[in-house]
């Protein structure tokens, strides 16, 4: 007993890095991204399914927001050479921070979500711009304008406080062109994908 307890100690290091996804080989074509890690697939597709946003949209901001790393985290901010801490406590695959995270908790009902988690952190991100299309009537579609509200939240979208910041802009412009290449690339898998998706479903 002792021996299977010291070993279960041993193991448990490797198997939360094995439960730990490297960002993707290729983020510029979503079919390689969807095609390397089917969950991801999965877990959109249930995104979309239960907010209503295409998938193409949240997977462009959050290429944005961390290319996929699921450990992303805002730079340290130093006092000479002594780390004082993060500018932010935005976190994981979706950049959340604390605040929304947790009215996103509380809402969904997803109470033991982890911003680290793939599927938890698109379904945020489904969270959030269905209500940024409820708040500010922005088209769940628009990733240009979804972004800038991701970026300011709702309420600095509505005072346009990114027309102060001529770089969010062109950030929100390269969000909004990633998005309309990741519609198209996807439109010639998706087939491929959806198939392969149910066999699992069946058959796995």
């Not at 809402?107 to 938890?120: A, K, T």
């Not at 412009?173 to 087939?191: F, I, M, N, P």
């Amino acid at each position: 007993m002792y021996l299977v307890k010291k070993l279960s100690l041993l193991l448990l290091p490797l198997s939360l890095v094995a439960c730990s996804s490297a960002p993707p080989q290729n983020p510029e074509n979503i079919c390689d991204i969807f095609f390397e890690y089917r969950d991801w697939y999965s877990a959109s597709k249930d995104m979309n399914e239960r907010w209503g946003t295409p998938i193409h949209v949240p997977m462009a901001m959050m290429y944005q927001e961390s290319s996929f790393r699921h450990d992303a985290a805002p730079p340290m901010e130093y006092f000479w050479f002594i780390p004082i801490g993060r500018v932010s406590d935005a976190y994981g695959y979706a950049q959340a921070r604390d605040a929304a995270w947790g009215d996103y908790q509380r809402e969904s009902g997803n109470s033991w979500s982890s911003r680290d988690d793939f599927s938890d952190a698109i379904d945020f991100m489904g969270w959030y711009t269905n209500k940024t299309h409820k708040i500010n009537g922005v088209s769940k579609w628009d990733a240009y304008n979804q972004y800038l509200n991701y970026h300011e939240g709702w309420t600095g979208y509505k005072k346009k406080t990114y027309n102060q910041k001529a770089w969010l802009i062109n950030v929100s412009k390269k969000v909004d062109s990633r998005s309309k290449r990741y519609a198209t690339q996807l439109k010639g898998c998706q087939e491929n994908l959806d198939s392969s998706w149910l066999w699992r479903i069946f058959f796995a």
